[in-house]
């Protein structure tokens, strides 16, 4: 009876789980920017094994799966992504992150690209395709593509915090400096 008793207390916070996922669905699947990229990685986790079918949050689990440096494992949720919705842009940026980060730089520059070409309005798509550029020694693209960064920021600015800002403003400087030696 005691074993009963435990077992039943044990599944009553996931079933509580369960019922909020399943009924109240990505509203609670939102994590934080605040949130530690481990916590995130279970939360996605979780919400997946009720939703294997959330595109977003996939790319969402792929992209804390990247920043914490599990590349193996991001690119495999990036390419279900990708498998399900072959245009999703997001899961294309995921992927070239991913690539980036294994030094694939052609292959970065690819997913980049192809995600520029659906959405040429994304100030990040360009600052990371500048940033794969740069790392092959194609300064002069890297450096219009930078410059294309910030325009789109300034078309459009919103999501865009000013550290990123920041970011691509030095790397352009960066760029010009060495070029000009």
Do not use: W
């Amino acid at each position: 009876m005691y074993n009963r008793i435990i077992v039943l207390f044990g599944l009553v916070p996931i079933l509580f789980l369960a019922v909020l996922f399943i009924f109240c669905g990505s509203a609670f699947s939102h994590v934080e920017s605040s949130m530690p990229d481990a916590v995130a990685e279970i939360e996605y986790k979780m919400l997946l094994d009720f939703k294997p079918g959330d595109n977003a949050t996939r790319n969402k689990l792929a992209m804390v799966l990247y920043r914490r440096n599990k590349l193996i494992e991001a690119e495999k949720e990036a390419k279900l992504v990708l498998k399900n919705v072959p245009k999703d842009i997001d899961a294309l940026d995921t992927l070239g992150l991913i690539r980036h980060a294994q030094k694939k730089y052609p292959e970065a520059i690819s997913h980049f690209t192809k995600a520029i070409s659906m959405n040429p309005k994304d100030a990040l798509l360009y600052y990371h395709l500048g940033k794969s550029q740069e790392m092959m020694g194609n300064l002069e693209d890297a450096v219009k593509n930078y410059r294309l960064a910030l325009e789109a920021i300034e078309r459009d600015d919103h999501g865009h915090d000013h550290d990123q800002i920041e970011q691509i403003k030095d790397s352009l400087e960066k760029i010009k400096s060495t070029i000009n030696k």
